[in-house]
Nanobody, 117 residues
Framework: VQLVESGGGLVQAGGSLRLSCIFSGSIFSWYFMSWYRQAPGKERELLATVTNIHNTNYTDSVKGRFTISRDNAENTVYLQMNSLKPEDSGVYYC????????????WGQGTQVTVSS
């Protein structure tokens, strides 16, 4: 499985970005998809998850500002990020978790997001 993220960049506080992650190498609908963020000197944190049937879950810090979605026909997961804050800066990673408990999981290479104040 390969995951390729794109869409990161530099944006001013209050702005928006949309990240994309293209999945290949297996059956996309067999996987839950998640977005994580890692800020410098901090642990990687889970931001949002979308199940194979489009149920979503968010960490409190991004609720109401970020939206995760998936297009099973395009094998792509998105993260729409609005009202960005400087503390949203970091490397954003896409992750795929197989539906089967303890099944395989895969990470993308990450995309940098920098929010200037």
């Amino acid at each position: 499985v390969q995951l390729v993220e794109s869409g990161g960049g530099l944006v001013q506080a209050g702005g928006s970005l949309r990240l994309s992650c293209i999945f290949s190498g297996s059956i996309f609908s067999w996987y839950f998809m998640s977005w994580y963020r890692q800020a410098p000197g901090k642990e990687r944190e889970l931001l949002a998850t979308v199940t194979n049937i489009h149920n979503t879950n968010y960490t409190d810090s991004v609720k109401g500002r970020f939206t995760i979605s998936r297009d099973n026909a395009e094998n792509t997961v998105y993260l729409q990020m609005n009202s960005l804050k400087p503390e949203d800066s970091g490397v954003y990673y896409c992750k795929a978790d197989h539906l089967v408990p303890h099944g395989p999981r895969y990470w993308g290479q990450g995309t940098q997001v920098t929010v200037s104040s």
